[in-house]
């Protein structure tokens, strides 16, 4: 039976070019590099330029993405972008991208699901080209977290960096099976019940401020590994797959010890996770998208691997698309 499959033909990333280390943090807030990387693996992470703009990073992780699939932007009839630190309330960051793009037809919007974002815009894509309303969709994570952050809580500024991550999907026929190139299956899940556990304190209706983002540290560990579990388990029982016909797991990058707790849990052999957290830290909406890109440009991602992404975010969201690169 033949079935249309989004099909992903390119990945590009971009990060500012400033650089923060947990040494310099030291210097800002009570913490120390052996702290932070004992706590979560991070070294350092980057940070957005005075200036620079979420849409600056999208733009050129979607310059990088097109370049990688070898088409014009004018190709994409759709662009879906993840971002819970938009450029301006509104309009959409993504049509600030379609006009730096030069792109005139098509639909392009913003999609929040702050770190689930990515997976929440590639199966929103998935559905858009399954429904024949895009035959090439360029998808987006980008954030600049810097900008709300609070620099004296030394439990959350530690965490985030800012940065942008971007694939091209395109319709493409396939047979139905598990061997068949592209996005295979994906899963969503919320629930708001969990809200102050992650959230940012404003917002235009409650505070006209754009507000700090807290967290209760403990609460989203405890909460993280069985939710991600959920969604994973999930995809297998829809493909008939498991864990051990993994060739990659591309997590969220939030936290190194949830990474492993979630391997581990999953029966994830080790060599098989793709860990990226230590260079950028939590990028939000951006993670995973820049680690599959390290992962593509440096080998590991070969013609196709069977890829599990997974996430979970603020909300709390979580979701998972497993894909044949």
């Known amino acids: 039976m033949s079935v249309i499959r989004s099909k992903v033909i390119g990945c590009g990333s971009f990060l500012p070019k400033k650089v923060l280390t947990n040494n310099d943090l030291a210097e800002m807030v009570d913490t120390s590099d052996e702290w932070v990387v004992q706590r979560t693996g991070i070294k350092q992470r980057h940070i957005a330029a005075e200036g620079e703009l979420t849409s600056d990073l999208a733009l050129g992780a979607a310059q990088n993405a097109l370049a990688s699939a070898g088409?014009?932007?004018?190709?994409?009839?759709?662009?879906?972008?993840?971002?819970?630190t938009p450029d301006n309330t509104f309009p959409a960051t993504a049509v600030t991208v379609q006009a730096r793009l030069g792109i005139t037809h098509g639909a392009a919007f913003d999609v929040h699901a702050v770190c689930s974002g990515f997976v929440f815009a590639m199966t929103t894509a998935d559905a858009y080209i399954k429904a024949?309303?895009?035959?090439r969709c360029l998808v987006i994570g980008a954030e600049t977290f810097s900008r709300i952050l609070d620099w004296q809580d030394r439990t959350t500024c530690v965490l985030f960096g800012d940065g942008a991550g971007a694939v091209v999907l395109e319709?493409?026929?396939?047979?139905?099976?598990?061997?068949?190139?592209?996005?295979l299956t994906s899963h969503l899940r919320s629930d708001g019940?969990?809200?102050?556990?992650?959230?940012?304190?404003?917002?235009p209706s409650s505070t006209q401020t754009v507000g700090h983002l807290?967290?209760?540290?403990?609460?989203?560990?405890?909460?993280?590994?069985?939710?991600?579990?959920?969604?994973?388990?999930?995809?297998?029982?829809?493909?008939?797959?498991?864990?051990?016909?993994?060739?990659?797991f591309i997590p969220h990058q939030a936290n190194k010890r949830i990474i492993d707790a979630?391997?581990?849990k999953l029966g994830i052999d080790p060599a098989k996770v793709v860990t990226t957290v230590?260079?950028?830290?939590?990028t939000s909406a951006a993670s995973i998208p820049l680690a599959l890109d390290i992962a593509v440009k440096d080998g590991r991602v070969k013609k196709n691997d069977l890829i599990m992404l997974e996430a979970m975010g603020g909300g709390f969201t979580w979701g998972s698309v497993l894909l044949r690169w």
């Open 193 to 203: 019940r969990h809200k102050d556990k992650l959230f940012v304190d404003g917002g």
């Open 132 to 135: 024949g309303l895009s035959k």
């Open 71 to 84: 088409i014009d932007a004018s190709d994409v009839d759709t662009i879906i972008l993840a971002t819970a």
């Open 278 to 282: 230590q260079w950028h830290g939590n």
């Open 171 to 183: 319709a493409s026929q396939g047979a139905g099976t598990t061997a068949d190139t592209g996005i």
């Open 262 to 264: 979630s391997a581990k």
């Open 214 to 248: 807290r967290m209760e540290g403990r609460e989203v560990f405890k909460h993280a590994v069985g939710m991600i579990t959920d969604v994973i388990e999930d995809a297998y029982k829809a493909t008939g797959t498991s864990s051990e016909d993994l060739d990659w």
